[in-house]
């Protein structure tokens, strides 16, 4: 909790600061944002380390069926990812890339989960 409380004010003095040179200086008002992610990222690997343990403990509770845990690991990474990257294009006014990103991990998603969809779908024809 104190990481967090940590992060967040020198995310928001970041915002501050690339919000006080956005006029002036677009380029570096980006990078600044672009830092504050980095930094909320670095933070977030810790926790990271405890989410890839529950994962494995998870996959050997289903007998090693990773077919089941990685595909969702893998969505909920690329919707961060997208997610942050789409708001950085945002930030800097190109909304067209935005999009672009936004449904780049939109397919990109669809095309993890398609294995899983049919693994649950064949699952529940076996039970029929």
Known sequence: MDLLFKTAAAILLANLMALLIRKTNPELALLINIMS???????????????????????????????????????????????ISSDLCKDSAQSASASALELLGTVCSMGIAMPLILNILTTIGGLL
């Open 37 to 83: 992610v980095t930094l909320a990222f670095f933070a977030a690997g810790n926790y990271a380390f405890g989410i890839r343990d529950l994962s494995d403990t998870v996959k050997t509770m289903m007998h090693g069926k990773e077919n089941y845990v990685d595909p969702i690991l893998k969505c909920v990474a690329i919707s961060f990812v997208t997610r």
